[in-house]
């Protein structure tokens, strides 16, 4: 059983891991966070983070690096979040208008709209 995070570098993110940690203790579960580094340093501004946050929810916390071709790792993410044993994803958003979001895609939308099981979304 696990709590899945989807992080990316921003304030939705970093929210998201804490909120993450947060569900994980709750429902006396893993936490999962899944890193989309922009950049070597954002890997360990994630662990950082993740440690501390779970080290405070006191539970297990486990990261996994997104994908090396530097694509959005939206299908990883979804198949992770397909497997058995994941009881809740965790997503970080931002507010869009409806103009912005049919000009431009958003991989949070993609993730809640075909996430295979119920979806917590904070704002940070």
């Known amino acids: 059983m696990s709590v899945l995070v989807f992080y990316k570098p921003t304030p939705e993110g ?20 899944h890193n989309l580094p922009t950049d070597p340093a954002d890997t360990e501004t994630v662990v950082a ?17 997104g994908p090396a071709d530097g694509g959005t790792g939206t299908d990883e993410f979804l198949a992770a979040a397909g497997e058995p044993g994941v009881d809740l994803v965790v997503l970080g958003i931002r507010h869009r208008s409806a103009v912005g979001k049919l000009i431009l895609g958003s991989t ?14 904070v704002k940070a």
């Open 14 to 33: 970093a929210e998201a891991v804490r909120a993450g940690a947060q569900q994980a203790a709750y429902l006396g579960t893993t936490l999962v966070v």
């Open 49 to 65: 983070l993740t440690s501390g946050a779970a080290a405070g929810a006191g539970v297990e916390f486990l990261t996994v690096l």
């Open 108 to 121: 949070e939308q993609q993730i809640l709209l075909d996430a295979p099981g119920a979806v917590l979304t």
